[in-house]
């Protein structure tokens, strides 16, 4: 069965720091793979996704994320943080042959002046 | 174009009572699915409809239910509320194909507070 860990569920980084939160899955085969961005009372937006292209996916506001398949991971980055950045951060997985997606706890990212 | 819209965005409900959310996928998109958000349990799937057919369905007791209506509209219904409902309720939408590489688009969610 297909899961998702994220490392931390909360995350705290300086403006202007490297941005790093931690994703790892479990997929039987490849794997589809997203990171959604939710701010305080709204859904979730899309921020990337790993549909077996490019392993460097580059996704919204200067966020990537790099597939590794010999780590099993998905971690997302931002070089520089900003203070509109603060909020909580999912991981996603889905098998190609499953439409449903397994949803990480998430990871609340906290930008310090 | 017009994102995905849920309604009511906050709802007061008694143990006990029934209630119904609402929501319009994006336009032209077939596949909604429902998920809920718990502080304690995360983003748990609920179930996924494609033209106005349950495609996939999530670990949930059968007081949750859904529909789809031929504008791909889509409806959840709860029954005999439990304070354990209280949560936000996302609803999505995926283009055509409705592959899972599509990604969803979320609405603003339901918040239910059960009392």
């Known amino acids: 069965a297909q899961s998702v860990t994220q490392l931390g569920s909360h995350v705290s980084v300086s403006e202007g720091a490297l941005v790093l939160l931690r994703c790892n899955y479990s997929s039987s085969v490849p794997p589809y793979l997203f990171w959604y961005v939710q701010y305080p009372n709204q859904g979730l937006q899309l921020l990337l996704k790993?549909?077996?292209?490019?392993?460097l996916v580059k996704g919204i506001n200067g966020f990537e994320a790099e597939f590794k398949k010999s780590e099993t991971s998905f971690h997302l980055t931002k070089p520089s943080a900003h203070m509109s950045d603060a909020a909580e951060y999912f991981c996603a997985v889905s098998e190609v042959r499953d439409d449903k997606i397994i949803f990480g706890k998430g990871t609340r990212l906290h930008i310090l002046p | 174009k017009a994102g995905v819209t849920q309604t009511p965005r906050y709802l007061i409900k008694t143990r006990g009572q029934q209630v119904t959310l609402s929501c319009s996928p994006i336009?032209?998109?077939?596949?909604v699915s429902w998920y809920q958000q718990t502080p304690g349990q995360g983003l748990q799937f609920l179930f996924e409809?494609?033209?106005?057919?349950?495609?996939n369905k999530g670990n949930f007791p059968g007081r949750f239910s859904g529909r789809q209506f031929s504008n791909s509209r889509s409806e959840m219904n709860v029954s005999t509320l439990e304070l354990g409902d209280s949560a936000l309720y996302l609803c999505a939408s995926r283009g055509d194909p409705p592959t899972v590489s599509n990604g969803y688009t979320f609405g603003s969610g339901t918040r239910l507070t059960v009392v």
């Open positions: 409809y494609f033209s106005e057919t349950q495609r």
């Open positions: 790993y549909t077996s292209a490019a392993t």
């Open positions: 336009s032209g998109h077939r596949s």
